[in-house]
């Protein structure tokens, strides 16, 4: 069966730091990988999604990146933190000729 | 361009209740409807969908959801309701056919509180 790991779970970092924050797939060949960010425990936030190796779509402008080095590896990292970008964040997968997306555990993250 | 509305952001229902969450949504194309739940400082887990065929559906956990496309909705229900149902439900939408990208647009989510 598939799983979906996050790591960090939590992580507290100063303003104007750097992060990087992992997703990683088992058990499934090329899926499609998304990163959200959701806010004050309500909606989320499509931040990134990627359909292959090396192929990242940024669906709004900000202060963050997202990688994925490896066919079932995700990685979303910032230069420096801001304020605005604490928050929790969730990554997701979907095999591909599916619709439904499943989520990771996510990884709350609080900039001070 | 797709939409998802719940216009309730929290239901507070008495256990053994049946309880209903409330959506509505707005496609170009054909719907493809979703439902999750949440729990304090966890992911999103997928409780059902719908794609195409019956109205019902059924879920996990004894959910069910019921597609309306004359009034564009995909309300979850449940007949009985548990405390252990206390969560943070989303509804979810996608216009897409089965394609590279499918994209979902999720709802603002609605906090369900069953008090015993």
């Known amino acids: 069966s598939q799983t979906i790991h996050q790591w960090p779970a939590t992580l507290v970092q100063p303003v104007g730091s750097p992060l990087s924050l992992e997703c990683t797939v088992e058990?499934?060949?090329?899926?499609?990988l998304y990163w959200y960010r959701q806010a004050a425990g309500r909606g989320l936030q499509l931040l990134f999604y990627?359909?292959?190796?090396?192929?990242i779509s940024s669906e709004v402008p900000q202060n963050l990146s997202a990688s994925r080095p490896q066919d079932r590896q995700f990685i979303l990292s910032s230069k420096k933190l801001l304020l605005s970008d604490s928050g929790f964040y969730l990554c997701?997968?979907?095999?591909?000729?599916?619709?439904?997306?499943?989520f990771g555990p996510g990884t709350r993250l609080t900039v001070l | 361009a797709q939409s998802v509305a719940q216009p309730e952001d929290q239901v507070n229902v008495a256990e053994g209740n049946p309880l209903t969450v409330k959506c509505t949504y707005s496609?170009?194309?054909?719907?493809?409807l979703f439902w999750y739940v949440q729990y304090p400082n966890r992911g999103l887990q997928f409780l059902l969908k719908?794609?195409?065929?019956?109205?019902l559906v059924k879920g996990s956990y004894g959910f069910e959801a019921e597609f309306n496309k004359s009034q564009t909705s995909f309300h979850l229900k449940k007949p009985s309701a548990l405390v252990s149902d206390s969560a943070l439900y989303f509804c979810?939408?996608?216009?897409?056919?089965?394609?590279?990208?499918?994209?979902?647009?999720f709802g603002s989510g609605t906090r369900l509180s069953i008090r015993p």
């Open positions: 058990g499934t060949s090329n899926p499609n």
């Open positions: 496609v170009s194309g054909n719907p493809y």
């Open positions: 990627s359909v292959g190796i090396g192929q």
């Open positions: 997701a997968w979907k095999e591909q000729g599916y619709n439904e997306q499943f």
């Open positions: 979810a939408v996608s216009d897409s056919p089965i394609s590279s990208a499918s994209k979902i647009i």
């Open positions: 719908y794609i195409t065929g019956d109205n």
